[in-house]
């Protein structure tokens, strides 16, 4: 590890200057992630500042009749919210669903939207990774690539984003909250917080150099039957292959995410419209354009599958 220099800030907006202050740095919560990225030297920042104090650890009520999620919410409190369970139950289900229980207990709300990537080569530092180091290429393309995206992928990178709760927020069409070192807040519709990897594959979200993400935001309930699918590689602590967050409604329609399939949570216009109309429907907007390699080719007929249970699993518990 990288030496490095630490602060702690006392609000938002003083967190955010500081991290301008100095090229480079990172906020730091849990740091289940950047934690275990500074031991492998993939990030070396130069600076650290800490914002656990900023006391963004609520889940309150907003006046549309949505929910607002705290940074620093864990995602054990948030899985086990009430309210959450019962008016957003893919999300808790989706946030069960990752990690190990330990890790829930440190990871927060914002630190889980910003994790990055478990593609074997970003880990590997003698290997070629343009998200780890931009221009020097990448492994995975020709590589050994089977858990990696089959869409939405560039000539640059083929990596997927490894979440479950991110899937679920996007399915339910959450809002990332953020304020800049100048004080100025903004919100981020879910849909345009993870990037494409395009030529910058190092560029993963649309937050701006120190914006720091201050809560999440939840519309008012759409009810439904609430469903996330997660089919891995083993049963617990795994990463998804495929992912399935589902909100089906008693006449059949809904909506639908997908994740373990591309560099961010994947959800398609055409999918949500297909919805009541059988897996294989949903699935076809859902991978038009996908170019899979031979080894993760699986992957979409195992989309298709997976919606499948996700709707019949929907069914039964409606």
């Keep these: 590890m990288k030496p490095f220099t630490y602060e702690r800030a006392k609000t938002p907006a003083a967190a ?8 480079g740095a990172k906020f730091i919560a849990g740091g289940t992630n950047l934690l275990d990225l500074m031991k492998l030297e993939i990030e070396a920042p130069r600076h650290l500042v800490d914002v656990n104090a900023l006391k963004l650890d609520k889940i309150e009520a907003t006046p549309g009749g949505g929910v607002r999620i705290g940074a620093l919410v864990s995602n054990t409190d948030l899985a086990s919210n009430t309210r959450i369970r019962r008016d957003y139950g893919v999300l808790s289900r989706a946030i069960v669903a990752g990690a190990s229980g330990q890790l829930r207990n440190k990871a927060t709300t914002a630190g889980n939207l910003l994790q990055r990537t478990r593609c074997p080569y970003f880990y590997d530092t003698n290997q070629p990774c343009n998200k780890r180091q931009p221009g020097s290429g990448c492994g995975a393309i020709g590589g050994y690539s089977r858990q990696l995206a089959v869409i939405g992928t560039s000539t640059k990178c083929i990596a997927t984003y490894p979440g479950d709760m991110a899937v679920a927020m996007r399915v ?3 809002q990332v909250e953020t304020v800049n070192a100048a004080g100025t807040v903004r919100a981020i519709p879910i849909a345009e917080f ?6 910058t594959p190092h560029i993963e979200t649309a937050l701006a150099p120190g914006e720091l993400i201050t809560s999440v935001t939840l519309p008012a309930p759409i009810g439904g039957s609430h469903v996330y699918y997660k089919v891995r590689d083993r049963a617990s602590y795994a990463f998804a292959l ?45 991978l038009a354009g996908a170019k899979p390699t031979e080894d993760n080719a699986f992957k979409l007929a195992l989309v298709e599958r997976t919606i499948g249970a996700a709707i019949a699993q929907a069914r039964e518990t409606a």
């Design 16 to 23: 955010a200057a500081a991290a301008m202050r100095t090229p």
């Design 194 to 199: 993870h990037r494409s990897p395009g030529d």
């Design 242 to 286: 495929v992912s399935v967050a589902a909100v089906v409604q008693r006449d059949g329609s809904g909506r639908v995410a997908i994740g373990g399939i591309a560099p961010r949570p994947w959800r398609v216009a055409g999918a949500d419209a297909a919805m009541g109309q059988g897996a294989k429907a949903v699935a076809q907007p859902l």
């Design 172 to 174: 339910l069409d959450a």
